[in-house]
């Protein structure tokens, strides 16, 4: 099948004004008649849920956690990009949009990618008016950095908890809905299925994870923000918590699932310490812009502490590899170049596996007061988890799995192919490519959550009869029938080993073969050890206690379960897709230079599969990708 974006036509500065006018639209008595689930409140669900709300329609918004306040989206700590140009050094809506298209290695479409660009300076008005503490210079402007793959400085920031204080932002818009009663708010629920009646998404069944009780919740439209799905290589810059469990119902009751081999591996993280961690720690792509990455050159070096490395025995490596961006070269680059260092006997720190990041010269030339300023709550961070301070001594880092570009496929709505399920921030596939940007994200989170879906759902809602569907409907009890009976049957098995094993195994296949680096042989060797894996967890495995409580061993393995499948799809599109582009890196297509080599002939589209039922191949569909504003080249930051 050939898949159909609905992109609008036109000069492209004009489609997304022009499709806002041309969408349906619901008047104001009408949408107290219309309800919409929201399944997650991160960034994109929390701002939706309030947008959404504000409007008048009736929404039913879901966590797992105990409060939105938890979000993965609290993470997030550098920055956020807008095309302001406070810092009049060049910057555009198309500047942002073209350094947008080109960090993605151009697999995202041209129409999304436009409009992200074009509301993101709204999404700073929006946060300012919230009360969002952005950092201000002397003057009491809002101040800007640098972030990777750009050569202006249009990254909003406060300090290294951006996410954090955006996340409030929302939250307080959240908080006044439910106040005034549009708002719904569902915490400690788990969504395990979503209810399609007559090929149309109305409806959710989840577990409540405090009594264990399975609950189903009907509506007129569903909206999933369920974020991304990277912790199926186990170690990972994510919450433990993050998993690909709605996401991966829904592929199951038949959306398609985008560019799952996309997935983001961020160059500064702590380096792991032990076999037994269960979770990596960030560290802002932002220090970057103070921080200078390198590695010795001479091995004999290794055991030395860096200070007493003479700067001509450093190889400051992005600088002499990228010239013109040096340090801010994007995330799978930076990445790359870090693990070639390491690959070739000259990583730091415990096993060979880190580079530097040095703020020697930046403190030198701005003074320790300005750094901290700048990242201090980043550098107490790395300090209480190694032990080492980072003005004395430079920080390690080494590459680690972070940000999942693919996602439920969505069309220019962002609505998925099933009518009624809409798709919000890192759970679709749709504007980051083969590569994010830095400070992209939170962007995507809250252009898609303020701006975009308050608009696209009333066109969606205005062609459908409101309250047709109830939890009355057989497919609701079919639905809780369903849920009840897998948990029962993981329950059952009281195999030897515990869900924690299976996923670290998961976990060490993907990273080493479908990792940093892929290769047909490493993702055969996936595709045939996955399966293996899965049907040894379907015999062996050890989940305690019932579902009718609390039980935390049964939500890991039901994730762990969703994982086993996944995985396996993820390595069956690298193995399909034989070129290289952004994080997605087949070592048998690359230049003389180590750099990616894309196949545009071939391969200059969005790959979406479909699931089949379970022992069937999945079947791909595709969207072609056509550039008519920035024209298909080797992408470059030399």
Same mark, same amino acid.
């Given at each position: ?19 806002? =006018? ?31 709300? $504000? ?16 979000? +993965? ?25 073209? @350094? ?9 479409? /041209? ?66 809905? %439910? ?30 994870? %405090?009594?264990? $009780? ?55 993280? %702590? ?18 812009? @103070? ?6 050159? *001479?091995? $004999? ?42 690959? @070739? ?34 550098? !107490? ?20 799995? +972070? ?108 990273? !080493? ?7 047909? /042989?490493?993702?055969?060797? &996936? ?45 069956? @599109?690298?193995?399909?897709? /034989? $070129?290289?582009?952004?994080?997605? =890196? ?15 002939? &071939? =391969? ?33 930051? *030399?």
């Amino acid at each position: 099948m050939i898949l159909d974006g609905k992109c609008p036509t036109g000069p492209i500065e004009k489609t997304w004004d022009k499709h806002r =006018f041309d969408l349906k639209l619901v008047n104001p008595a009408n949408k107290r008649k219309y309800t919409v689930i929201m399944v997650g409140t991160g960034l994109a669900g929390g701002a939706a849920a309030a947008s959404l709300g $504000e409007l008048g329609y009736n929404v039913m918004a879901f966590c797992y956690q105990d409060s939105p306040r938890r979000a +993965h989206s609290i993470a997030a700590q550098g920055g956020i990009n807008a095309a302001k140009n406070y810092p009049n050094d060049g910057d555009s809506i198309y500047r942002l949009f073209y @350094d947008t298209i080109k960090g993605g290695d151009f697999r995202a479409r /041209e129409a999304d990618v436009w409009r992200l660009a074009q509301v993101s300076n709204n999404i700073i008005d929006q946060c300012v008016a919230q009360g969002v503490p952005f950092a201000r210079d002397y003057s009491g402007y809002l101040d800007n950095r640098s972030f990777g793959g750009a050569q202006v400085s249009r990254t909003f920031y406060a300090r290294g908890q951006t996410g954090q204080q955006l996340l409030l932002g929302a939250y307080s818009a959240l908080s006044r809905q %439910i106040k005034a009663g549009t708002v719904k708010m569902y915490n400690r629920r788990e969504m395990l299925d979503l209810v399609v009646v007559d090929g149309v998404a109305k409806g959710i069944t989840c577990r409540n994870l %405090i009594t264990g $009780e399975i609950e189903s919740y009907a509506a007129d439209a569903v909206c999933l923000a369920t974020g991304g799905y990277v912790n199926v290589f186990y170690l990972s810059t994510n919450a433990m918590g993050c998993s690909v469990t709605a996401n991966w119902k829904a592929y199951k009751k038949g959306a398609f699932f985008a560019n799952p081999c996309y997935t983001q591996i961020h160059p500064t993280c %702590i380096p792991q310490a032990g076999d037994y961690q269960s979770k990596l720690t960030l560290m802002s792509e932002s220090l970057r812009n @103070d921080g200078r990455c390198w590695v010795p050159k *001479k091995k $004999e070096d290794l055991g030395k502490h860096p200070s007493e490395i003479p700067d001509e025995d450093r190889d400051y490596y992005l600088e002499r590899k990228y010239p013109s961006f040096g340090n801010l070269a994007p995330r799978d680059i930076a990445s790359r170049a870090a693990k070639e260092q390491c690959d @070739d006997g000259r990583g730091v720190g415990p096993g060979g596996r880190g580079v530097y990041l040095d703020f020697s010269d930046s403190i030198k030339r701005l003074g320790e007061s300005t750094i901290r300023e700048r990242y201090g709550n980043l550098f !107490e961070m790395y300090e209480k988890i190694t032990d080492e301070n980072g003005y004395k001594r430079p920080m390690r880092m080494y590459p680690a799995p +972070h940000y999942s570009m693919g996602g439920l496929w969505v069309d220019y709505n962002l609505q998925s192919n099933i009518p009624g399920l809409f798709v919000l921030g890192e759970a679709n596939f749709s504007v980051h490519g083969a590569n994010r940007l830095g400070a992209s994200a939170l962007m995507q989170g809250l252009a898609d959550g303020y701006f975009v879906i308050p608009y696209t759902i009333g066109g969606y809602l205005a062609t459908v009869k409101p309250g047709t569907v109830t939890t009355a409907n057989p497919e609701f009890k079919k639905s809780v029938e369903d849920v009840n009976g897998y948990a029962n049957k993981l329950l059952s098995i009281n195999g030897k080993k515990t869900v924690a094993e299976f996923m670290r195994e998961l976990g060490g296949l993907m990273w !080493e073969n479908c990792g940093m680096a892929r290769s047909k /042989e490493s993702l055969e060797t &996936n595709l045939k050890k996955i399966p293996a894996l899965r049907e040894e967890f379907w015999k062996n495995v050890k989940v305690t206690g019932t579902g009718a409580e609390l039980n935390q061993d049964l939500e890991n393995a039901g994730r762990t379960a969703d994982f086993l499948e996944f995985g396996e799809l993820l390595c069956r @599109d690298a193995h399909h897709r /034989e $070129e290289s582009c952004g994080g997605h =890196f087949r070592v048998e297509h690359q230049y003389e230079d180590g750099e990616a080599m894309r196949d545009d002939a &071939n =391969f200059c589209y969005v790959g979406a599969w479909e699931y089949k039922g379970d022992g069937k191949e999945p079947e791909l569909h595709k969207e072609p990708l056509k550039f008519e504003n920035v024209h298909l080249a080797v992408r470059s930051y *030399k």
